[in-house]
């Protein structure tokens, strides 16, 4: 590998090719696992491929956008919890915990929602979403200064977190929060005013209104600015430093604990960013099943995008295509949803499994 | 580059969440034109009826009722099997209201949404989709093309309340739930009611909330307590996750200090057939095939009339194997309670709030 990196970069074309037959080898990998999993479960590859492809990519049954809407609308929080894991990650922070902020944010920019009800409608969305960014980073944060401060490990602190998270959602849509006529622990729905618009035009969507919100464009502005922090300021460098080596942080002068915690208020500011995105854009209103467990699905989703903002983005919207498509087949052709979990979880062990094969590869040639 | 830190985020993010912002507010204008009664057969095109589960399909409950009641369905309006569609696990509300538009939206003519967690998408939806007849399980509100299905569970908790106090030893009694829901609440104020009709002087102990459906560890946990608090006969209401009650009473339960155990939403007897007395079952049947039938024909009016034991829709089951347990004077009051509730004699009480 040392040998190979003293070599004169290679052509852009000789790149583009190299990358373009590792996505193809990636594809057919993953076709291959999935027509397996489907097999295993009973299913006929056959009708089950097409049926979930249809539902992540277009249907002439809908219109062309539809289901192109729901692969990214079931990506928006993946995205953005996506973000919020890697930036923990790469500064070393094992956070659990994208669960909890996510859950934070949204009640957070709820508890705005319900004392500012009466002021104009643009106002409240964008308070519930400063609320939710602040929300979130104060839930990480508790975690960030635990470790600092008291050297408790993120990993068990955030898990901690992400179920007192869950059960103040419970309390508060039991109890101050809960809808007027006291009957389900839930929410009342957020007027139509608040929510962000819906950006398909029916006449693109075969009639029925998407679910594609302008919160998209927030998740989608997120990458690009998660990737200059990182990769383009003094705070970027010095999280990825004490990512990769505490001691060469510390010895650079850098303040590790201080980084830490400056990581894991950011992650949980991008997290609890999520809850109120997803509760502005599709969810309407909060209660205990809010999240279908997107702040863990970040982790593997972060770890497949190879802990880059680009990559997250990336491995995002195919997780986003992969649930929209399962959902899908499931109305269509009766291909149980949870294919979509078990791939999910296939997916990340053959990425930890081509990580160890490779590392011990380079050990072997004794590279790095 | 400490200067680009801030600005940049603030000329990136900050304008995109001010653009998300100002793009706020939506429309909700129906995008297709009413043609005919909600639910209706369109003349040349097939009859397409969903079902929506927030749980698994083969629960042994509420979830499994619904199956085979659409199932019911399908024959009695002698569909094909194309014609019904089931989608389970819809656990969270963005997945609840994603599989109603995508079902309205494929031109379902019937959409089922098993619970109360429904009604408020579907209240919402239903104004675009005025074709389509959205059927609320469980729900109270009612719309142009949206109707509640009101159980009375009530009536079958009444006789199980009766049959518990006339069956504890101890005089104390117990509720397990898994969410503190208006449904739920009523059911065990049912309960309540019948087992003071029996024993004015029963303890009924404050109810517990699992907070999970499914759970059966969590159950299980919530039972042992009531058990050692000294009750004697408990209720749940808890779907999946009911096994977990019983479970816990057979190990609590001897032949000198027996406890039991009593189902409710399905015919649990067979479950734990040493500890349950008898069971309430919903039977989502008739009242699927009677809406189904009529939305066909287009004479369907949504209407929020409560379906109990008189329609057949909500049962009462004793369990045979420990039917000579309980007392002739007990089974006697029972039995004419039972009939006092089907002739229309005695009406149940329904907690809505």
Known sequence: MSARRMTTPRSLSARVIKVALQACAAALSFLILLAGTLTLFGIRAKTALPAIADGAFGGWQYGHLYALSETVVEAVPLILTGLGVLVAWQAGMFSIGGEGQLLIGALSAMTVEHFIGNTPAPLITFLMLVASVVGGALWGGIAGWLRTTRNVQEVISTIMLNYIALYLVGAAVLGPLQEPSHSGPETALLPDPVLFAHILPAAWTGGITARLHTGVIIALIAVPCTAVWMYRTRTGFALRLTGRNADAARTAGFSVDRVRLIAMVVSGALCGLAGSVQLLGVSARLDQQFSPGWGYSAIPVALMGGLTPGGTLVSALFFGALTAGTNSAERTAGVPAVVADVLLAASVMAVV???????????????? | MTATRGTRFRRLLLPAIIAATAGCGRSNAPTVA??????????????????????????????????????DVQSALKLPASSISIKEDAVSPSQQQD??????????????????????????????????????????????????????????????????????????????????????????????????????????????????????????????????????????DLDSASQGVFNAVQQSSTAAHPVYALGTNNDQNSAAPGVVLASAPINCSPVFVSIAKQAEAGTFKPSNTPYGLPQG???????????????????????????AIQSGKLVVPMKTQ
């Open chain 2, 34 to 71: 009413a043609s005919g009664a909600p639910g209706q057969q369109v003349a040349g095109k097939p009859y397409k009826i969903a079902l929506v589960l927030s749980g698994s399909a083969t629960d042994h409950g509420w979830n499994q009722d619904a199956v085979k009641a659409i199932h």
């Open chain 1, 353 to 368: 499994a081509i990580r160890a094969w490779r590392g011990r590869a380079q050990l072997a040639s004794g590279g790095d």
């Open chain 2, 313 to 339: 829709v909500i049962g009462f089951i004793e369990n045979p194997a420990l039917a000579s347990r309980i007392p002739a004077p007990l089974q006697a009051k029972i039995t004419a309670a039972q009939q």
């Open chain 2, 99 to 236: 599989n109603l538009r995508a079902y309205a939206g494929q031109g379902y003519n019937l959409i089922i949404g098993h619970g109360e967690e429904y009604q408020a998408p579907a209240l919402h939806m239903a104004p675009q989709f005025p074709n389509t007849l959205f059927v609320i399980s469980s729900g109270d509100k009612i719309a142009a093309n949206v109707t509640p299905i009101v159980f009375k569970l009530e009536d079958g908790a009444y006789l199980l309340g009766m049959l518990a106090a006339g069956m504890s030893h101890t005089g104390k009694i117990a509720e397990v739930g898994a969410q503190e829901i208006a449904p739920v609440r009523s059911v065990f104020s049912a309960f309540a009611l019948g087992a003071k009709a029996v024993n004015p002087n029963i303890t009924i102990l404050h109810p517990v909330y699992t907070n999970d459906w499914e759970d059966i560890g969590k159950a299980a946990q919530a039972t042992q307590p009531l058990i050692q608090q000294g009750a004697d006969v408990i209720i749940q």
